[in-house]
Every structure is written in C-alpha cells, then in structure tokens.
C-alpha cells in the first residue's frame, strides 16, 4: 500500500519514512502543500499523514478540498496543535484521525493501520488464488499457509500483479506503482526486482508463474 506523507521537517520525514518503510509500506514524503496536490494526481495512494503547519498554508486546506472533491482518502493529521479545540476544528474539516506531536511510534502504526482497515481504503484484505493468499492490510503473503519472506518492494510487486492476476501489467504501471514521487525507476531495477520475486515464487514449489511478456510487462498465472 503507497501512503502520502506531507511534512515539511527533515528530521521526521527521515523518521517516519524508516518507520513507515520498515512496517512495509510504499511511502511518497512532500513537504508543502503544492507537493502534495502534485503527488496525488501522478500517483494513487491508500492514506496520507498530514503535517498542519505547512510553507505555503494550512493542511487543513488539503483536507477540506478533498472532501469538497469526493475524495475518500484516509487522512490522519499528525502535528503540535493539540488542544481540544484543534483536534475538533480537524476532525470537522474531515480528517480521519488526529495525533500529536510528540507520538510513540507504535501508536501512528497503530492509527494507521486502523485506517487503512476501513472499506474506503481497503480493496479487499485477503484474496486468494490456489495455494497463494495475500492479506493487504497484514501485508503477508502465504503460500499453503506459509508465509514468504518478501521485502516491502517484492510485496509491494506480487501486490500489483496479483490483483490483476492473468492480465498482463505493463511496465509503466509497475514504474509507477513502485516509483517514489519525482524519482523514476530505472527500467533494469524491475527487471532485478522481478527476477528476485521470480526465484521466491519457485522456491515454494506453488501452482504460479511470474511470466515476462516480451517488450510490454508481467503477469501471475497458475502453473499449467
């Protein structure tokens, strides 16, 4: 799952991208509210942490203007305002959850795992095709019942052609979906990342394919 991270302090840009990485998700940081309106038109994403205190204005901005617009988005606020009139004033403008600053890392994990939970930001959290099985909210995959030991990018790729499973995902789908915003992904990285989730999938003896389509993507089948 891709989240959207708009804070414009270095220091907790680096530490929540370490934290929200390390947990397994794919993370876009921005620091203004202009980065942020370019971020969610080139890329999809299933939650945004949202600093208040931005260069170029208010996050609350952000918020209402995404609900003016039908956007589900999950939004948790995270920021130093944090008496019960801020929380109430962020709450109404339609952000999902309010953290403070500080925060116990567990406890944004938590928060945002709650929100990815719901139905607006969760397809579907397990699917299942022959002995493999994808829990997206977990972000394990399972082969007969076996967990597979991925890296967030491999989990992040089986994701992507596992839900488009028989139908050829074509690389600038995959560029996109794998790429952090305003820096592409090299063409031989796939090629590399593909070939690493390639050899795990044999490894488990499973009943799937990753096959390359010659000059267009990828794909999962079951094996013949």
């Known amino acids: 799952m891709r989240i959207l991270l708009v804070e414009d302090s270095a220091r907790l840009r680096e530490l929540l991208r370490e934290l929200v990485t390390e947990a397994g998700y794919h993370l876009d940081d921005v620091t203004s509210l202009d980065e942020a309106h370019a971020a969610l038109r ?7 942490i949202l600093d208040l205190g931005l260069p170029d204005g208010d996050g609350l901005a952000l918020v209402r203007e995404l ?12 920021t130093a305002r944090g008496s019960v009139e801020d929380r109430v004033a962020g709450l109404n403008a339609g952000a999902d959850d309010y ?4 925060f116990h890392n567990d406890e944004l ?11 607006a930001a969760v397809q579907a959290e397990i699917l299942t095709s022959g002995a493999f099985a994808l829990d997206s909210v977990q972000r394990i995959v399972t082969c007969s019942g076996v967990p597979l030991t991925l890296t967030p990018r491999e989990h992040e790729l089986f994701e992507l052609l596992f839900r488009q499973w028989g139908q050829v995902v074509v690389f600038e789908r995959i560029e996109n979906t794998l790429s952090e915003f305003g820096h ?8 590399v990342l593909v070939s690493r989730l390639r050899k ?8 799937i394919d990753l096959i390359t389509v010659r000059g267009i993507g990828y794909m999962l089948k079951q094996t013949p």
């Open 200 to 207: 795990k999938l044999a490894q488990t003896r499973g009943d």
């Open 99 to 102: 953290l403070t600053k500080p």
């Open 184 to 191: 592409g992904l090299e063409k031989n990285t796939i090629e």
């Open 67 to 78: 609900r003016r617009n039908g956007s589900a988005l999950p939004v948790l606020v995270l």
């Open 109 to 119: 994990l938590a928060r945002l795992r709650a929100l990815l939970r719901r139905p």
């Open 42 to 48: 080139a890329a999809s994403h299933d939650a945004m």
